[in-house]
């Protein structure tokens, strides 16, 4: 007799059929035609697009900056989900509902919003202003502004690991005569340290292609505040997609190498946890 | 004079009160088993000791200081959690030595720490595995690696808050014996909480019974067996069954009235209508209602004059079977009325000794 194999939970076939439909239609089938489109250019074409100066340049803006900003999201990702877990305090719920604005809000008005905030004339901008502080139309701004689409990465992935996080290992480490400080830097840290590399990982990749809330803010001068993507955009506007596609090739490859580092550090935390041997 | 001491101590959480007036004292070097059903605040007493949760009001006196404003980092108590709390992101190693790196007790020197270490995984019998992890432990092992870290820096007090409770039922035996001869080759005062009679029983030099946050009796294992003072404990100590009039069986005195007569399996006799019974006379009878098999005894339910309780009967003794009628006598029964509780025995045993 044949042996079929029959499998416990039903519904593999439609389920994996929508899920590789899905992958492709909305991720696979566009990001092969990016590599389809850059394969107009030949490799000399290539190499010239992506080592122009200007471009050049352009990645070294929206690397740095979007780094400096996952830095810091990193930092005070980590401080405000620890007083949103461990502290009540009134208005509480309001400041932790308020994290996600950055996700709600159309990334374009943030943008104007950020840019009326920091120019030399606006509330903030103005302060800074006096001890000679530019933030608006600089690199400093961009980085303002990242900040401000990436925390809310940092702060959510954090935030559920430190609810979860058993209180006894603390008390033990208390008991053994640790300080507070021993205790976060031995105990706590490394138990939110693979949540913070993946926040700090997706904020970072957010970052680099982050275009709606930088555009306004970054002023845009070739070599010094241009960023990556507006340069995508200006070769769309001049149809030149070859050059386009490349340039997005060269960020899609470093999304990806980064998110495939976030999930090694991953993979190796699991294996602590689980107990590979 | 007492080493560890509870003087008056009162916590509550909001209006569940945890401890209700809780005094005991507890002598250097022995192992002491908090018993209690869950609830009855043992756990929180634990937690008062070590500094984990602070009393509302009264003293906690260890070795003659009242360590009440003491924080735990600085009280010197070694504390296995019950569920262990082991670090999981240091190795065996690393945990066992937290202790001996920081706080008060913290060596400056490696070579030390690491004999240190060292020394106390041999003493679990872990040696070898230091350069795990706890995940790649079984759970009698992370138990044993819980007990060497608490031990590590050398605590006058050692404080285990249910230590086997999540360990399954073979291997908790093995551990019960190890643990009660490891503290007893070192030494160490320790304080363990249990809501397992037989754990108690077995561990514990001195075990003290809680109740609803009181403590309701404070002995030996055996003496709180034989002579419970209060209710609760007659009640909870040992396999209990009760009678619904105690005058109706042969031989007890009337003493008035009381709330609830209370016999345990080992105070009953039982004997088939062939058999030898010494006090027929006193002996009445009874009705088989159960019989189940133990392991090593035969464990049967009996009716008789309106009350169900427990006899046992060894292995080698003839079967009963359900429905026959058999004889009991009850050699002793213990009445309780409102909190207190006394033993009454059977008055044939007296006149016995009286004919002797």
């Known amino acids: 007799m044949k042996e079929k194999s029959k499998r416990v939970i039903p519904g593999l076939g439609l389920s994996l059929g929508v899920t590789i439909t899905m992958l492709s239609v909305i991720v696979i089938i566009p990001l092969a035609s990016l590599a389809v489109f850059t394969g107009r250019l030949s490799f000399g074409e290539f190499i010239d697009v992506i080592t122009n100066k200007r471009v050049l340049a352009s990645f070294e803006v929206s690397f740095v900056t979007a780094f400096i900003a996952s830095l810091i999201n990193a930092v005070m990702g980590v401080v405000l989900a620890w007083v949103l877990v461990r502290y009540d305090f009134p208005g509480r719920r309001i400041i932790d509902g308020m994290i996600e604005l950055p996700f709600a809000l159309p990334t374009a008005v943030a943008g104007i919003s950020l840019t009326a905030l920091t120019s030399d004339k606006g509330w903030i901008g103005r302060l800074f202003d006096r001890v000679g502080i530019k933030i608006a139309y600089t690199r400093i701004g961009i980085t303002f502004a990242l900040v401000f689409v990436g925390i809310p990465f940092v702060v959510r992935t954090v935030q559920p690991v430190l609810e979860k996080l058993d209180g006894t290992y603390e008390e033990a480490a208390g008991v053994m005569g640790a300080s507070r400080a021993v205790i976060f830097r031995r105990i706590i840290f490394p138990e939110i340290r693979p949540a913070v590399f993946t926040g700090f990982g997706l904020a970072l990749g957010r970052c680099i292609g982050e275009y709606g809330s930088v555009v306004f803010i970054a002023g845009n001068q070739p070599y010094n505040t241009e960023i990556t993507p507006l340069i995508i955009m200006a070769k769309l506007q001049e149809y030149d997609y070859g050059s386009a596609s490349a340039i997005a090739l060269i960020m899609l490859i470093f999304s990806f190498t980064l998110l495939f580092a976030v999930n090694m550090i991953q993979v190796r935390n699991s294996k602590i946890l689980k107990g590979g041997r | ?356």
């Open chain 2, 1 to 356: 004079m007492a080493y560890v001491e509870l003087k008056n101590i009162n916590k509550s959480y909001g209006d569940f009160k945890a401890s209700d007036d809780v005094s005991f004292g507890i002598e250097r070097g022995k192992l002491i088993g908090l018993l209690g059903p869950s609830g009855s605040g043992k756990t929180t007493i634990l937690r008062m000791i070590a500094g984990l949760e602070s009393p509302d009001s009264g003293e906690i006196i260890i070795d003659g200081k009242v360590v009440n404003d003491i924080p735990a980092s600085k009280r010197g108590i070694g504390f296995v959690f019950q569920n262990y709390a082991l670090f999981r992101y240091m190795t065996v190693f690393d945990n066992v030595a937290f202790g001996l790196k920081y706080g008060p007790y913290a060596q400056k020197d490696k070579k030390y720490i690491e004999t240190r270490v060292n020394e106390l995984l041999d003493l679990v019998g872990l040696s070898g595995l230091g350069k795990r992890y706890p995940s790649q432990l079984s759970g009698g092992q992370r138990q044993r690696v819980a007990f060497a870290r608490a031990l590590a820096p050398n605590p006058y007090l050692l404080l285990l808050d249910e230590p086997f409770a999540a360990i399954d039922a073979k291997v908790r035996q093995e551990l019960r014996s190890w643990l009660k001869q490891i503290i007893e080759k070192l030494g160490i005062t320790s304080i363990f909480v249990t809501h397992d009679q037989d754990e108690a029983i077995e561990v514990a030099d001195e075990i003290i019974i809680t109740n609803n946050g009181r403590v309701e009796q404070q002995g030996t294992p055996i003496e709180i067996y034989r002579d419970p003072q209060t209710a609760f404990t007659a009640a909870f100590f040992g396999q209990t069954g009760y009678l619904e009039d105690y005058r109706k069986f042969k031989s007890f005195e009337p003493i008035g009235e009381i709330d609830k007569a209370i016999v345990r399996p080992e105070f009953v006799k039982l004997t088939k209508k062939n058999e030898f019974q010494k006090f027929k006379t006193s002996a009445v009878e009874a009705t088989v209602e159960r019989v189940s098999f133990r392991g090593n005894y035969i464990e049967v339910g009996v009716e008789s004059n309106g009350s169900h309780f427990v006899a046992r009967r060894e292995l080698e003794q003839e079967l009963v079977s359900v429905g026959e009628k058999v004889d009991v006598f009850i050699y002793r029964i213990f009445v309780t009325k409102g909190d207190k509780a006394y033993l009454l025995q059977n008055s044939s045993l007296r006149e016995e000794s009286v004919v002797i």
